[in-house]
């Protein structure tokens, strides 16, 4: 049954690296389903499910249901065992947590810090104006259909530089754009020689090919905005002010995915010099030419070890601009001929075009991509605008006045301490309030609150004065109190969310738990485990194995040189240090430790006729070439502890969590209501 892994515990390997991701399981994002049935309209919500301390409503368990299954027009279809199965994973859960409470894990230090950071977390997608939000996911579904080519000149200015030093820089780069529109200069020739981006002295200003999400969101809709051969007016950004030409606009039929081999030279690399670089390159090409799968000649041969292993692929994202422009130009299962850049030689190949999406197929991941993009501040901001005006936000301006002409000369630079104000009695003074639709006040700060703020962040505001930082600090602290008013509220507001964030919760004090009662144990309780395999070997069979060194390459001539080695009595390791400093060729030879069980292997078939000591013929196994050596044999039956060890420590986690689960069922009884239980998913 799919869905059950909400619930289900995995080996215990890498707490910290599962971490993250068992939580997310165990809560599976609301963005999925998004429809709350906390409470029933029209009538009464019956409970399916009580413990001494909590009750679970029906609706409650169809929520959490059919967000685990499919949805609500799936979960409708499923049968009362499939319902029965999940329910008693959900009491297991539910007793877990209770047993976590018990224990104190909800008050300890380290919980709250976790627990708050997830909060503020998942509060960001419900502190966001909705119809903002809307507007730009348009607007980004419509960019993405078109990836640009632009050159852009920069001057950069501090964001918060004067406004006179903002003007000089302004005049400064239209005369740049003059001396293009006006007199005819070459725009890339001026970017060379003017533009403070440092890249410019080299590529002439031009950024390559990029889509959207690709540059600062100012610069993107400049270019996006701009037609191709056209020059923009300044756009000012975070690093300045910057006049763009657009060289290309490209149709996107679909995103591409992309693959590569690459060749680097270096000590740490195969290629010890350009030559051999492109030699190595060249072979591999001609391979490609000939048949050979690209994957496996980019597992076998690039120097990229994080892509190598995946048969070379990179995924969707936007390359380096020399790969980028030739992804663009492949379609779907063509591949360039052998190219060089700074990095090495490489071939790219185009794995994939997709079918172009629908607004509605991409949603969500637009969404996502926007929360972490700066253009949220734009749905952020609007959603303060109408908090101001729903909550009659009230700034003191007397108050506000009071303090920004009283201010020292250190506090732009965020090093002002509250002893140089003259008068600290003003501090008690209210900086702004927030009221509901009657009057009464709901929030009320001061210039104590504000003075606690500033000392604690030291907000930076560069080359204003003592007075514009005033107000500048001021205006950030009022829209943070605002917002946490805001997520504060959230919980009782939207359902959605006070659910959300009990499963995150939830899921924090399980994973605590698991990791004390079942993951560590089983993984540090050596005696535990050892004795555990003592009790239980007969769960540990296996066939005949075999521990075998392999030598394989997809080279004929250099196996047969591996064979000879071995017969003159080389030792594994010599040969295969031997072979790669001679081999003629550039491809050479991999030789790994393999574990074999008989039955389990076609190719190694012949090893367990071997003695230990003894080398195989040379066996093909598809477009590769092996020869293995046997180190080690074990006789069919029960498998040596160290064979068994992964195996075992999942199964001594198994008995673990089995003999925990039946000590929880006696202290945390559940009861469910039959009646109701035959009723899920009916109206």
């Known amino acids: 049954m799919k869905g059950l892994n909400v619930f289900r515990i995995i080996a215990y390997h890498s707490i910290s690296n599962m971490k993250k991701q068992f939580i997310i399981l165990a809560t599976i994002s609301l963005l999925v389903f998004t429809q709350s049935f906390a409470q029933k309209k029209g009538g009464k919500d019956p409970v399916l499910l009580k413990f001494d301390k909590e009750s679970v409503t029906k609706s409650e368990f169809e929520r959490v249901y059919q967000k685990n299954n499919g949805g609500y027009v799936v979960a409708a279809t499923h049968t009362p065992a499939q319902f029965r199965e999940y329910l008693n994973l959900y009491i297991n859960f539910k007793r877990k947590v209770f047993e976590a409470e018990e224990a104190g894990l909800d008050k300890t230090p380290s919980f709250l810090t976790e627990y708050n950071n997830y909060k503020k977390q998942l509060a960001q997608p419900y502190l966001s104006a909705k119809e903002v939000e809307e507007r730009l996911i348009q607007e980004a579904f419509q960019r993405s259909k078109y990836t640009m080519n632009a050159s852009h000149l920069l001057l950069m200015i501090d964001e918060g530089a004067s406004p006179e030093d903002t003007l000089s820089v302004y005049n400064k780069i239209m005369g740049y754009r003059d001396s293009v529109l006006k007199f005819g200069k070459n725009f890339e020739e001026i970017a060379q020689k003017h533009s403070q981006d440092p890249s410019a002295k080299d590529n002439k200003g031009n950024l390559g090919y990029f889509n959207v999400f690709d540059m600062v969101y100012p610069f993107e809709s400049a270019v996006y905005n701009t037609a191709v051969g056209q020059l923009s007016m300044p756009v000012r950004t975070k690093f300045g002010y910057h006049i763009l030409k657009v060289n290309d606009k490209i149709s996107v039929e679909g995103t591409k995915r992309a693959s590569h081999i690459i ?18 390159i060249k072979e591999i090409y001609q391979k490609l030419k000939s048949g050979s799968d690209f994957a496996e000649l980019a597992k076998q041969y690039s120097d990229d070890p994080s892509t190598a292993s995946k048969g070379g692929d990179l995924g969707t994202t936007r390359l380096l601009p020399a790969l980028e422009e030739r992804k663009l130009k492949l379609g779907q299962g063509q591949y360039t001929d052998p190219f060089k850049t700074q990095f090495g030689w490489h071939i790219l190949k185009v794995t994939e075009v997709a079918t172009p999406t629908t607004i509605e197929s991409a949603r969500n991941d637009l969404k996502r991509r926007i929360e972490r ?41 965020g090093a002002w301490t509250k002893s140089e104000y003259k008068d600290s009695a003003d501090f008690k003074l209210e900086l702004f309030r927030l009221a509901d639709g009657k009057g009464k006040v709901t929030l009320s700060r001061s210039l104590q609150d504000f003075v606690n703020y500033y000392t604690k962040s030291h907000p930076r505001f560069n080359k204003m004065t003592p007075e514009q930082a005033a107000d500048a600090a001021i205006a950030q602290f009022a829209d943070q109190e605002l917002l946490a008013f805001e997520e504060e509220r959230l919980p009782e507001k939207n359902p959605d969310y006070k659910a959300l964030l009990r499963e995150y919760r939830d899921g924090i004090l399980l994973f605590t738990l698991m990791e004390q009662k079942v993951w560590k144990k089983a993984v540090e309780d050596s005696v535990g485990l050892k004795a555990f395999y003592e009790t239980n ?8 194995m075999v521990d075998a060194i392999e030598f394989r390459t997809i080279d004929e001539s250099i196996i047969k040189e591996v064979e000879r080695l071995l017969k003159e009595g080389n030792a594994p390791k010599v040969v295969d240090s031997t072979i790669n400093a001679t081999a003629s060729s550039t491809l050479k030879i991999r030789r790994t430790m393999q574990t074999y069980e008989k039955g389990k292997n076609e190719a190694a078939t012949n090893v367990f006729a071997m003695s230990v000591g003894d080398r195989s013929e040379i066996i093909k196994d598809n477009e590769f070439y092996k020869i293995y050596v046997v180190e080690k044999k074990y006789q069919a039956g029960i498998k040596p502890f160290e064979k068994a060890k992964s195996e075992c420590i999942t199964k001594y986690q198994d008995n673990l969590e089995k003999t925990w689960l039946q000590s929880l069922e006696k202290k945390y009884p559940a009861k469910v209501d039959e009646k109701v239980f035959g009723n899920l998913y009916k109206k």
């Open 263 to 280: 060749i680097r030279i270096g000590d740490r690399y195969s290629a010890k010099d350009s030559v051999e670089a492109e030699a190595k």
């Open 373 to 413: 993009d700066t253009r949220s501040q734009i749905s952020k901001q609007s959603l303060i605008t109408k908090l101001k005006k729903d909550n009659n936000f009230a700034l003191n301006k007397a108050n506000a006045s009071k303090f920004r002409q009283n201010v020292g000369q250190n506090f732009p630079a």
């Open 537 to 544: 070997k007969a769960q540990f069979q296996a066939n005949e």
